[in-house]
T-cell receptor, first 111, second 113 residues
Framework: EDQVTQSPEALRLQEGESSSLNCSYT??????LFWYRQDPGKGPEFLFT???AGEEKEKERLKATLTKKESFLHITAPKPEDSATYLC????????????FGTGTKLQVIP | NAGVTQTPKFQVLKTGQSMTLQCAQD?????MYWYRQDPGMGLRLIYY???????DKGEVPNGYNVSRLNKREFSLRLESAAPSQTSVYFC????????????FGSGTRLTVV
């Protein structure tokens, strides 16, 4: 069964203090790994898709990387508006179109 | 704004009552999904529709039914609500099943008492 584990559960950073969020996964053939951002009371917002080990994607202060066992979301010089819960999800290569989500990392950036 | 629209945003039901959650997308996406989100559990797939005219069970389908009314609309019905169905429900869509990234609606917060 596919599994996604995100760590830490919560992270508190000072504005400008860079850090990384971790997503460890077990999947029967990775077809894609997704990162989403979720603000309180809203639906997840798509950030990135990574398809193969070694791939990297960037968007503003966020950079996602992928290895064969995990993905990292690096946040460089974060701002208070980066505060949100970040979700990781994987899609397996089986015929059943099932995306497995992790429980997320809640990030708080303090001014 | 283009995207996924869900109604209602909030609902309180009594045990045994029925209701339908509505979802519509205006991005001409082929695939649509219903998820529930519970604290500490992550998002779990209830049902999905890979394309118009097809629906399939997800991870937690018991107690729910769905209808893909047309390409734009995908509804979720609770026939006899139970307290265990208290959750936040999200509808999502994508260009194709398994395509890169889903677009989610803003959710329906359902409480069953």
């Amino acid at each position: 069964e596919d599994q996604v584990t995100q760590s830490p559960e919560a992270l508190r950073l000072q504005e400008g203090e860079s850090s990384s969020l971790n997503c460890s996964y077990t999947v029967s053939g990775l077809r894609g790994l997704f990162w989403y951002r979720q603000d309180p009371g809203k639906g997840p917002e798509f950030l990135f898709t990574l398809y193969s080990a070694g791939e990297e994607k960037e968007k503003e202060r966020l950079k996602a990387t992928l290895t064969k066992k995990e993905s990292f979301l690096h946040i460089t010089a974060p701002k208070p508006e980066d505060s949100a819960t970040y979700l990781c999800a994987v899609l397996n290569s089986g015929g059943y179109q099932k995306v497995t989500f992790g429980t997320g990392t809640k990030l708080q950036v303090i001014p | 704004n283009a995207g996924v629209t869900q109604t209602p945003k909030f609902q309180v039901l009594k045990t045994g009552q029925s209701m339908t959650l509505q979802c519509a997308q205006d991005m001409n996406h082929n695939s649509m999904y219903w998820y529930r989100q519970d604290p500490g559990m992550g998002l779990r797939l209830i049902y999905y529709s890979a394309s118009e005219g097809t629906t399939d069970k997800g991870e937690v389908p018991n107690g729910y039914n769905v209808s893909r009314l047309n390409k734009r609309e995908f509804s979720l019905r609770l026939e006899s609500a139970a307290p265990s169905q208290t959750s936040v429900y999200f509808c999502a869509s994508s260009e194709a099943a398994g395509a890169a990234g889903y677009t989610f609606g803003s959710g329906t917060r359902l409480t069953v008492v």
